[in-house]
């Protein structure tokens, strides 16, 4: 697959002299055609910084930008044939929504014919036809979001970027936008790179999410490969509910290497890179464990003490303490017969199901 | 249940309000009705009619001096917005760096400097320009009235910049307009009724100055101010109340459209 942006050790350092803050350190990416890519971290991380030198507002300290194998970094932002939906929308006050729309084709001296066409079709496509000739101010939250992406659109960019661009809508309303989000994807064709830090919006919309933390990029990967194989313990916590167990390679056989947890009990987990007598960190999530009795049968791997039970409808949560002093979580979905057979404060065993834990990279 | 605090029902409000209200208002309206004698008096009122603005409009002093006003005023004023618009775009539109605040100052200090003191250096500098190349005209009231407004007219231009949003401009830039077309198309329309307040604002400053204008003006260029100072020293009649009323007159039209035509901008 062809690269539409080429991220190549961009760095961004703000300020001067003794007061330096880097925001974005060595950051490599490279994004493909017709991808639907997230950028996801905490606050402060550096997203935006990021996405503000793709667009051409903030140029990079140090490194290339590349747009189809070109060198963009220093290109002025009416230069790119990129476009932005922000998050605040930043619609022109002065100007209705049709307006709005075929700004950036006005801007491009396209004919009057073409850019009336242009803007019906854009307005067909965010279904905002009746509200042409209204002005910003005298439409709602989620219809301004629609505007501010009609208006991204219309220029047909070869890159779309999108920064939280949900994030001031209420819980409906953004379910239903990341719908509309990927159908847009979709027809267009055009490549978006999407900001968050909503681990869940990235999971359920992303063809591949880079993990970022403090400016640096942690791991790229589908969906699936950040949630099944994070690379470390940041991205495994980030990323979902997690169980951290740490042990003692005790032998390795292939893939799969037995580990002796503190608690004395051993385990066996996907592995790679490690060697005998390492200490390692060993991940399991939730919905892979499942609380037993005591009198343990076959899989299970550790004892602790049943804290809590939280029911959630579908599924229910146990929290069990475990002998090191830290809590392990299992969920477990509910099944018509599965009352909670386990009082608080009974002793239980814990299951891991097979090749559900996994060895995180040693020294992670 | 307790009420909230409010101003309104402390005791005295209403008489401290009516008191300051007579105070504003009081002197212009005893003003407006004396413009309206029929005799010369300013303190015995005989009956109604528009004598004094007959006279007003009879007086070729009051014309020309009028006219001279208005003249100065208008292109002092446009001036003045020309060159404040493009000071508060060069202090705003930039990232902050070390002399911006200075430069802020430089350009509020004149409207802390006491007006006489502006009045005596201008007069100076301005007695020896004429020396040197002879020009006498009405140019150097234009220059000094240009000068003082532009402090006035940078207010409301600035204030109006300081609080747009900023992400309008990149949003532009990101739609592929230049900086001149996302100054064209975004800024300025944003930025109009700042300019129109500043224009206002350095127009009314202009046509109400005395102080400068008095120092800084040849024989036979009274403004009508100064025409007005000049009356008063001699005989006060109530042709000066008339002229007042229809400055005022004015001053409130002006100051209505301005309103009206702000408010269907936003
Ligand atoms: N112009 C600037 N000058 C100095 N520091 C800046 C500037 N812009 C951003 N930063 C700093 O860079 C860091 C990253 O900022 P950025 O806006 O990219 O974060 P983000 O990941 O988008 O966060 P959020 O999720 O809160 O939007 C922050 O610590 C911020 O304070
Ligand atoms: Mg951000």
């Known amino acids: 697959m062809n690269e539409a942006i080429g991220i190549r050790d961009v760095s961004k350092v703000f300020g001067q002299g003794d007061t330096t803050f880097t925001a974005v350190a060595r950051v490599n990416i490279s994004i493909r055609e017709n991808e639907f890519f997230t950028l996801l971290g905490p606050s402060g991380c550096g997203k935006t910084t990021l996405l503000r030198m793709i667009a051409g507002f903030e140029f990079p300290t140090d490194g290339e930008i590349l747009l189809h194998g070109e060198n963009i970094a220093d290109m002025p932002p009416f230069r790119r044939p990129i476009n932005t939906v922000f998050q605040n929308y930043a619609l022109f006050p002065h100007m209705t929504v049709a307006d709005n729309i075929g700004f950036g084709l006005r801007m491009l001296g396209k004919s009057k014919a073409e850019v009336s066409e242009r803007v019906i079709e854009m307005l067909r496509l965010v279904k905002m036809e009746p509200m042409a000739g209204r002005r910003t101010s005298e439409i709602s939250g989620g219809q301004q979001q629609r505007v501010a992406l009609a208006r991204a659109l219309a220029p047909q960019p070869k890159v779309l970027l999108l920064d939280e661009p949900l994030s001031a809508l209420d819980y409906k309303l953004r379910k239903e936008m990341q719908l509309e989000l990927k159908r847009m994807q979709h027809e267009t064709g055009i490549t978006f790179i999407f900001v968050t830090h909503d681990q869940e919006e990235a999971l359920t919309m992303s063809d591949r999410i880079a993990v970022m933390s403090k400016g640096q990029v942690l791991q790229v990967g589908s969906p699936r490969d950040i949630y099944d194989a994070p690379a470390d313990r940041f991205v495994a916590e980030f990323i979902g509910e997690t169980n951290f167990l740490t042990g003692r390679v005790r032998k390795i056989a292939e893939e799969t290497a037995e580990v002796m947890l503190e608690g004395g009990a ?34 299970a791997v550790t004892k602790g003490t049943l804290e809590n039970v939280v ?54 | 249940m307790a009420k909230p605090f409010s101003v309104k029902r402390q005791r005295g409000f209403t008489a401290m309000a009516i008191a300051c209200f007579a105070a504003l208002y009081l002197p212009i309206f005893v003003l407006v009705i004396f413009a309206f004698n029929s005799a010369s008096s300013l303190s015995h009122f005989e009956g109604v009619s528009l004598r004094w ?20 005023a208008s292109v002092a004023a446009v001036i003045a917005t020309l060159v404040a618009t493009m000071a508060a775009l060069a202090t705003t539109r930039t990232r902050p760096y070390p002399g911006l605040t200075f430069k802020y100052a430089l ?140 400055l005022l007159l004015f001053s409130v039209l002006v100051v209505t459209l301005f309103f009206f035509a702000s408010k269907r901008r936003n």
Request: aromatic share 8%; hydrophobic share 50%; net charge negative.
């Open chain 1, 311 to 364: 029911y959630f409808g579908t599924d229910t949560h146990f929290h069990v303490r475990l002998p090191d002093g830290s809590v392990f979580v299992t969920r477990q979905q509910n099944r018509p017969r599965l009352s909670s057979e386990f009082a608080v404060g009974s002793e239980v065993s814990i299951a891991v199901a097979a090749d559900a834990a996994r060895i995180l990279r040693a020294g992670a």
């Open chain 2, 107 to 246: 350009l509020n200090a004149p409207l802390m400097i006491p007006e006489i003191v502006t009045a005596v250096a201008l007069l100076i500098v301005f007695s020896q320009v004429k020396g040197w190349i002879g020009y006498t005209g009405i140019g150097y009231l234009i220059a000094a009235h240009t000068a003082f407004c532009v402090p006035f007219a940078y207010l409301p231009i600035r204030a109006r910049l300081e609080n747009m949003d900023l992400t309008l401009e990149t949003a532009a830039a990101d739609l592929y307009a230049t900086r001149w077309n996302t100054f064209r198309y975004v800024t300025l329309p944003l930025l109009w009724p700042g300019i129109l307040a500043g224009l206002m604002l350095s127009f009314v400053i202009s046509l109400d100055d005395v102080v400068i204008t008095e120092f800084v003006k040849s024989a036979g260029q009274d403004t009508l101010p100064t025409y007005m100072l000049g009356q008063l020293r001699r005989s006060i009649t109530p042709e000066v109340n008339a002229i007042s009323v229809v």
């Open chain 2, 53 to 72: 603005f007959h006279e007003a409009a009879q007086n070729k002093q009051v014309v020309d001096a009028t006219l001279r006003s208005f003249h100065v």
């Open chain 1, 266 to 299: 051993a385990i066996s987990a996907t592995a790679a890179g490690v060697g005998v007598g390492d200490d390692v960190t060993i991940v399991v999530r939730p919905e892979h464990a499942e609380v037993v009795a005591v009198p343990a049968t076959g899989s």
